[in-house]
């Protein structure tokens, strides 16, 4: 009698033959272009999306995505926990003391703009401390370019890219040095900057290869997926998901609207 009436509740009771709920882990993200796109009424879309929606599936747990927010904003919300993940962020020690930071792909190096009538040559990093160069506050670069930047009374700091193209074109300084494919979207969508700029041959990834990495929140509930999150980063590494998704090059992904050399 007994064993008939577990049969029928084992039967009849299907929450308990109900998978586990998994673990919902909120990402944190802005619009971001060539990596990930955030319109209006759409769902984010684009390589860091397809990345993260990989990731959660092989670490098993759900994603949610927050509605459009700024980069510090985000960075804030991971301080206390609100959020779980960021994504493509370079190191930094204070970064580093909010959230763990897991590596998953090598960064594309920053780049040197000239004006496009420019005709010096600059190939050694050791040049640019004889030009007015202007970098961005806040952003973070190599430490070794920004000692040596520090260093020369001709450097200075802007708080946006847009102002740097502006007052490269204006002469107020000889050369910028900018992320690669951030400064490449803000002169595709002005077009008074189009055919005015053009990069130097100097390579800013010879001193050190970097990495951007994804970031999981030291005050997330959820810190004990860490470990299935490291494995899954590094089986998307091995098996070429990575660089699959991220293999792309900006310079050759459409018109750049650079003077070519």
Not at 76 to 87: A, P
């Amino acid at each position: 009698m007994r064993c008939g009436l577990l049969l029928s509740l084992l039967l009849f009771s299907p929450q308990l033959w109900a998978e586990p709920v998994q673990a919902e882990l909120t990402w944190c993200l802005d619009h971001f272009p060539r990596f990930h796109a955030y319109e209006n009424g759409k769902a984010p879309y684009g390589p860091s999306v397809d990345l993260m929606q990989e990731l959660a599936k092989r670490a098993g747990f759900t994603l949610k995505y927050t509605t459009r927010t700024p980069s510090a904003r985000c960075f804030r919300q991971m301080e206390t926990g609100e959020v779980d993940l960021m994504s493509n962020l370079n190191y930094t020690e204070e970064r580093a003391s909010t959230m763990w930071l897991l590596p998953y792909n090598e960064r594309i190096p920053e780049s040197l703009y000239l004006l496009g009538s420019d005709s010096r040559s600059i190939r050694e990093l050791t040049q640019l401390t004889t030009l007015r160069i202007a970098t961005v506050r806040n952003y973070t670069y190599h430490p070794s370019m920004m000692k040596m930047m520090s260093a020369s009374a001709r450097h200075v700091q802007i708080d946006s890219i847009a102002t740097g193209f502006e007052m490269l074109l204006r002469g107020r300084v000889d050369g910028l040095v900018v992320p690669t494919q951030s400064s490449l979207d803000v002169i595709a969508h002005n077009a008074e900057l189009h055919y005015k700029f053009r990069r130097a041959a100097v390579d800013f990834s010879v001193e050190e290869k970097r990495f951007i990495n994804i970031g999981l929140s030291r005050h997330s509930p959820h810190l004990q997926l860490k470990p299935q999150i490291e494995a899954a980063i590094q089986s998307m590494i091995a098996d070429g998901t990575v660089k699959r998704l991220y293999g792309f090059d900006p310079l050759k992904q459409g018109p750049t609207y650079l003077v070519e050399h």
